[in-house]
């Protein structure tokens, strides 16, 4: 049996990071198993699904590099499908038209809940042998119902939370196709997914109230029963359900605050699945390791400092043009162009090891390429008159001297000998004169990848105010 899976996200609103983890499981099972990834939009929700949600999907799993082997499918597109399949039903009487008015269910309800039933269709309309059936109203749009089975339980071992039952009488015959003959949710899933040929769903375990009804549908239609996975919720650092409240929420959200996609991956793989006490590991190696009885039956908690951490960690591993590609990019969006100036890739060689995330990065090499003003505040501090002298002397000694690191960390100590100061009172204003900051990286690594005519410019700039 060849492994199929699928995403089937709806497209109500962005990636978020819950549906990014389920991607990522089900892309890895398949993955792990030579399978196919299906990517499937269900997109049945006109009133609340928008194509910018659709591209924001798309976009989201492209980023992640969650590629799919089939699809994108659009529910919407296959409606002629839904009702073939909802006529053969009609046909098998396995499904029936029930004609009950808004006003007679309200009624229904309204009764049973007078004697604490729990609310269900009562089967007016369900054919059965010797049972005589009025005739259907004039003019009112039946919806169609599946027979459910009356008795008996439904049941499957869930993947990740174990067996679970259901009994039929707490499952009623639920619509399939609306009065103007549009399917129903749970219809359409699982008439995909047995087109589809999918053999192991994995999804949200807000999904598992829907099983049982999809698992009869599946008995009706004389298919497979595929293998269940439910995912435990997501929580947010504070232990609530993760919701809008907790600010990135969105993949897409990620990218914008710099994080790269493998720390993403890297940490959303460990959000309710382990592997001993492995935390940082690539997609291949997730891939090798994936299995469905590591997935924890628990909610799992977010934790942004880990995801954090995993961000730094990447950052230090990634391949510089790759990061000077990224940051590139960030600047330029604030009208700051590399091309012109320093080596964008030795300028984050000196700041990957200190950058949480890209934007970091980007704030931190910005002043290589911007022109820079020192705060009043930071002039005053630091540019005093004998820190000014000290730093004419140095330019002094910087033309003659070889650009290299070794000899210009040499200049910079010598000129604060011969000025009668301390090494730092020399670096300091010096990095404020350069970069509009009194820290930065060592700075003899700072003035080589600068380079002798920014640095020369900087300085007679500073000195001419
Ligand atoms: N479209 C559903 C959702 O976005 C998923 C359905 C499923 O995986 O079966 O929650």
Not at 103 to 126: I, S, V
Request: with cysteine.
């Amino acid at each position: 049996m060849k492994v199929r899976t699928r995403f089937a996200p709806s497209p109500t609103g962005f990636l978020h990071i819950g549906g990014a983890r389920t991607a990522l499981f089900s892309w890895a099972y398949a993955r792990r198993h030579g399978g196919v990834f299906i990517l499937r939009v269900e997109d049945t929700d006109v009133a609340r699904s928008t194509p910018a949600a659709v591209q924001a999907i798309l976009d989201g799993m492209q980023w992640l590099g969650l590629a799919h082997d089939e699809g994108p499918f659009y529910q919407m597109q296959r409606m002629e499908r839904y009702k073939e399949v909802i006529a053969g039903m009609l046909a098998a009487g396995s499904a029936y038209y029930c004609y009950t008015s808004k006003d007679e269910l309200d009624q229904l309800r309204a009764a049973q809940e007078a004697r604490k039933e729990k609310p269900r269709y009562d089967g007016r309309w369900r054919p059965e042998s010797g049972k005589i059936l009025p005739a259907p109203p004039a003019g009112v749009a039946p919806v169609v119902r599946f027979c459910n089975p009356v008795d008996g339980v439904v049941s499957w071992d869930d993947q990740v939370k174990g067996r679970i039952e259901f009994a039929n009488v707490e499952l009623d015959d639920f619509i399939i196709a609306r009065g103007d003959g549009t399917p129903t949710y749970n219809f359409c899933v699982v008439v995909d997914d047995v087109d589809m040929g999918i053999t192991h769903v994995i999804r949200g375990d807000d999904h598992v109230n829907n099983t049982p009804r999809q698992i009869n549908l599946l008995h009706a239609l004389q298919a497979p029963v595929p293998h269940y996975a439910h995912l435990s919720m997501i929580l947010g650092d504070d232990g609530q359900k993760l919701s809008k409240r907790h600010g990135a929420v969105s993949v897409m959200q990620y990218h914008e605050d710099g994080y790269l996609p493998e720390a993403v991956l890297n940490y959303l793989a460990r959000l309710g699945w382990s592997h001993g006490d492995d935390e940082v590991f690539d997609m291949n190696q997730f891939v090798a390791w994936f299995d469905l009885n590591h997935i924890t039956a628990s909610a799992a908690q977010f934790n942004t400092e880990k995801l954090n951490w995993l961000n730094a960690h990447y950052i230090r591993q990634a391949d510089l043009s790759r990061l000077a590609a990224d940051v590139a990019s960030r600047l330029a969006v604030r009208d700051v162009a590399t091309v012109a100036g320093p080596d964008l890739e030795r300028v984050i060689a000196l700041y990957r090891e200190r950058a949480g995330n890209l934007n970091e990065l980007a704030d931190a090499v910005h002043p290589f390429y911007a022109m820079v003003t020192p705060s009043a505040e930071l002039r005053e501090q630091h540019l005093t008159p004998s820190a000014c002298a000290a730093l004419a002397a140095l330019q002094d000694h910087f033309a003659g001297c070889p650009w290299q690191a070794a000899e210009l960390g040499q200049a910079v100590k010598q000129t604060a000998a011969e000025q009668g100061l301390k090494m730092p009172q020399v670096a300091i204003p010096l990095r404020v004169a350069l970069l509009g900051l009194p820290q930065s990286p060592a700075i003899d690594a700072v003035l080589e990848v600068m380079g002798r005519e920014r640095v020369a410019e900087r300085l007679s700039r500073i000195l001419a105010v």
